[in-house]
């Protein structure tokens, strides 16, 4: 059975990397809301089990495989940020509140996307748009760990005597013969 357009919930997602608070815009104005998760073994399955309910044909949008990274799914919209909205307006917590600020890496989200399939010049694609988002928990960390650092207390006392390692790696290049050394060096 083909249908033209499928709800699919994601839930527990990890966030590895979001355009929330404003739209992604480097491929061009107005740019899109988007937000890129780490796919394991249950999100694998609801993509493949929507991509095959909407016919089969063709890649799915925003679905990559790298060997160091692992498998991620990114999903967006451009729906808002064609109407000039700079931050994406459905985004929650868990108490139906609306979330000051986007997901960030690490945090978990449940996901609510459209899957339609799509074509572009002829290539046949599965997309899923998205269309909220609810925070769940919250792994990120908002301040660096160096923001509030005395200037005078040694802040990693083990290493105090050591030279910087900028002077080490400086050192160990003079160190090197030439015929050994870079083209660059």
Excluded at 59 to 73: F, Q
């Amino acid at each position: 059975m083909n249908q033209q357009s499928k709800v699919v919930r994601f839930e527990k997602a990890v966030v590895i990397f979001a355009n929330l608070d404003k739209p992604d815009t480097f491929f061009g104005e107005p740019g899109a809301h988007k937000v890129t998760i780490a796919v394991d073994g249950v999100i694998q399955k609801k993509i493949d089990d929507a991509h095959g309910e909407l016919g089969g044909e063709g890649k799915i949008a925003g679905y990559r495989v790298d060997e160091d990274k692992g498998t991620t799914m990114t999903f967006k919209t451009s729906l808002y940020a064609k109407d000039g909205v700079k931050k994406f307006p459905r985004q929650w917590n868990r108490n139906k509140t609306p979330l000051d600020s986007q997901p960030e890496r690490n945090d978990v989200i449940n996901i609510i996307t459209i899957a339609k399939a799509t074509s572009v010049n002829k290539a046949k694609y599965t997309t899923f748009y998205l269309d909220a988002i609810q925070l769940v928990e919250k792994n990120s960390v908002d301040d660096a760990p160096f923001d509030n650092l005395d200037p005078n207390e040694e802040v990693f006392p083990e290493v105090a005597n050591e030279p910087p390692t900028d002077a080490k790696l400086r050192k160990a290049q003079a160190e090197k013969s030439e015929d050994e050394k870079m083209p660059w060096d």
